[in-house]
């Protein structure tokens, strides 16, 4: 059985850091192409970054790039989403989803997605 698992969410000052994991199980990193993505009240789902089981490759929305680092830990089936300098309108739901799709294809949103999770909610406040 497949599933996606984020932990990691909470409450932080701005300009802090915070680390996402996304567990997976049912299948190995290697095999699909993980991504991190958020949702905002009113606003829609967007892709932040994606990492390619199959080569590494990484995508970074323009919005996070030089803040958020994706990895992996594959003895884990674990990606993370390390995030740093934070800001207030970072405050949104994270999921993580998994696809069978590249990098760019995944993050932004071309096609369904086979896997997300339940989402952690992150918030960003003084």
């Known amino acids: 059985q497949v599933q996606v698992v984020e932990s990691g969410g909470g409450l932080v000052q701005p300009g802090g850091s915070l680390r996402l994991s996304c567990a997976v199980s049912?299948?190995?990193?290697?095999?699909?192409?993980i991504g991190w993505f958020r949702q905002a009240p009113g606003n829609k789902r967007e892709g932040l970054s994606c990492l390619s089981g199959e080569d590494g490759t990484t995508y970074y929305v323009d919005s996070v790039k030089g803040r958020f680092t994706i990895s992996r830990d594959n003895a884990k089936n674990t990606v993370y989403l390390q995030m740093n300098s934070l800001k207030p309108e970072d405050t949104a739901v994270y999921y993580c989803?998994?696809?069978?799709?590249?990098?760019?294809?995944?993050?932004?949103?071309?096609?369904?997605?086979?896997?997300w999770g339940e989402g952690t909610q992150v918030t960003v406040s003084s």
């Open positions: 989803a998994a696809k069978r799709a590249t990098v760019e294809a995944m993050c932004r949103l071309w096609g369904p997605i086979n896997y």
């Open positions: 049912g299948f190995t990193l290697e095999s699909y192409t």
